[in-house]
Each structure stands twice: as C-alpha cells, then as structure tokens.
C-alpha cells in the first residue's frame, strides 16, 4: 500500500506560502507517496497538486462539493463529497501525516482534527501556538520552516511509527 500524506493549507494564499506549497509537492511525488489534499483549484491547494502531479506523483481531492466544478487541473483523484467543511475529517482521516501550511480556520480545524484523532502534523512557516501546546509537548506536533524540513520530519515520523 502506498503512503499518503496530507497537505493541508489556506485556498487564499500569498506568493511564498504557494511556492513552498509547490515545492511540497514535488518533494512528495520524490518520495513516492500520495498526496492528498482539499481537491480545490485555489492556493494551497493547486499549487502543492500540481508539484506533485509535475513530478509524477499521484494526486487525490477530497473537495466540499458534488460537482467537480472547482477541481484543481492536477488532482488525479477527485472525490465529491458534498460534505461542505465537514470533509475535512475525510481529508485528515485518509493520510499518515498531515503537513500544514499558513491558512485560517480550516486549516486550523484540519490540524486539530488530524490531532485528536492521532495523527501526526507538520507545519511549515505556521505556528499553532499555546492552545496546541499539549500536541507539541506529545511530539504528535511538530514545526518546521520549509517543505523539506517538513518532508524528513515526516520521514522520521513514519520510520519511527513502521519501527513499533
């Protein structure tokens, strides 16, 4: 079975957090894992989807939607949900790792869901702060400050999780 790894983040998003959200992607695809990510053609989203799909990687969208509309052109994989926000559980549930990039409230809910439910995260450039502090004091959180940072947190993680 292949890794899938979540990215979750802002679908309104400046220049630098969409090209690190780009290089995310291609970074994903160089490992050969799956990225999953909200499915929408918009900021975090697109732009980590299309590294990955530039680099040969595999693409799923969990989109809000019924209709296929808003898809990102690089999701492979779209899934209609019709969920609304709700899918953000599928989106978290579906994934290893979660890596969170700068966003507002549903990424923050995507973080936090992806917590309580055992997941472990990686932010890049997006600090959770005190309200979170149980997570990171648990090591489930973890910050980093660029996508690949991100990326051999993420393998750490997963070595020591296949070493259990």
Do not use: C
């Not at 732009?47 to 898809?71: F, K, M, Q, R, Y």
């Not at 809910?109 to 997570?135: C, I, N, Q």
Request: no cysteine.
């Amino acid at each position: 079975m292949r890794t899938i790894i979540g990215v979750m983040g802002g679908g309104t998003a400046d220049a630098r957090t969409t090209e690190a959200a780009y290089r995310l992607g291609t970074l994903i695809a160089g490992e050969g894992w799956v990225l999953i990510n909200g499915g929408r053609d918009a900021g975090v989203m697109a732009a980590s989807a299309a590294g990955a799909s530039e680099s040969g990687g595999l693409t799923i969208g969990i989109l809000p939607d019924d209709h296929l509309d808003n898809v990102a052109p690089d999701i492979d994989i779209p899934i209609l949900t019709g969920l609304g926000d709700a899918r953000n559980v599928v989106n978290v549930l579906s994934g290893r790792a979660v890596i969170a990039m700068r966003g507002g409230a549903g990424t923050i809910s995507e973080v936090a869901h992806a917590l309580k439910s055992g997941r472990k995260v990686v932010t890049v450039d997006f600090h959770m702060g005190v309200a979170f502090k149980p997570y990171y004091d648990a090591g489930t959180l973890i910050d980093a400050e660029t996508p690949e940072e991100a990326v051999a947190q993420v393998k750490r993680l997963l070595a020591e999780e296949n070493a259990r």
